[in-house]
Nanobody, 119 residues
Framework: QVQLVESGGGLVQAGGSLRLSCAASGRTSSSNYMAWFRQAPGKEREFVASLTWDGSGTYYADSVKGRFTIGRINAKNTVYLQMNSLKPEDTAVYYC????????????WGRGTQVTVSS
C-alpha cells in the first residue's frame, strides 16, 4: 500500500501559478505510475497528467498542455505539478494517485488539495 499526501493548493488569480506536491510513502516500489487528477464541483473526476518513475512516459490532458508540467524528485519520492497561466476553469480539488499500471482506479489515492482560481 502506498500513502500519498498532497500539498500546495490555494487561492490564486487568473494568470497566476501554483505548484502542487505529492509525497509518497510505503510500498512505493510497487507503483511506477503516478498521476494527477482533478474534480470540479458538479463534475466527474478527470485526468490531468501522468508520468512514470523511470521516465518512460509523460502525458497531459489537452486542456492543460503547455501550461502544466508534471515532474518527479526521485530521492524524495515526490511528484509535483507546476501549474502556470491558471484559468478559473482549473478550479478543482486535485488528487495524486499511484498505481502499478495505467489502471488508475486500482491505485492508491491521496485526499486531495483545493485549487481555486479567481477571475
Amino acid at each position: 500500500q502506498v500513502q500519498l499526501v498532497e500539498s500546495g493548493g490555494g487561492l490564486v488569480q487568473a494568470g497566476g501559478s501554483l505548484r502542487l506536491s505529492c509525497a509518497a510513502s510505503g510500498r512505493t516500489s510497487s507503483s511506477n505510475y503516478m498521476a494527477w487528477f482533478r474534480q470540479a464541483p458538479g463534475k466527474e473526476r478527470e485526468f490531468v497528467a501522468s508520468l512514470t518513475w523511470d521516465g518512460s512516459g509523460t502525458y497531459y490532458a489537452d486542456s492543460v498542455k503547455g501550461r502544466f508540467t508534471i515532474g518527479r524528485i526521485n530521492a524524495k519520492n515526490t511528484v509535483y505539478l507546476q501549474m502556470n497561466s491558471l484559468k478559473p476553469e482549473d478550479t478543482a480539488v486535485y488528487y495524486c494517485v499511484a498505481a502499478s499500471s495505467y489502471n488508475w482506479k486500482a491505485g492508491s489515492w491521496g485526499r486531495g488539495t483545493q485549487v481555486t482560481v479567481s477571475s
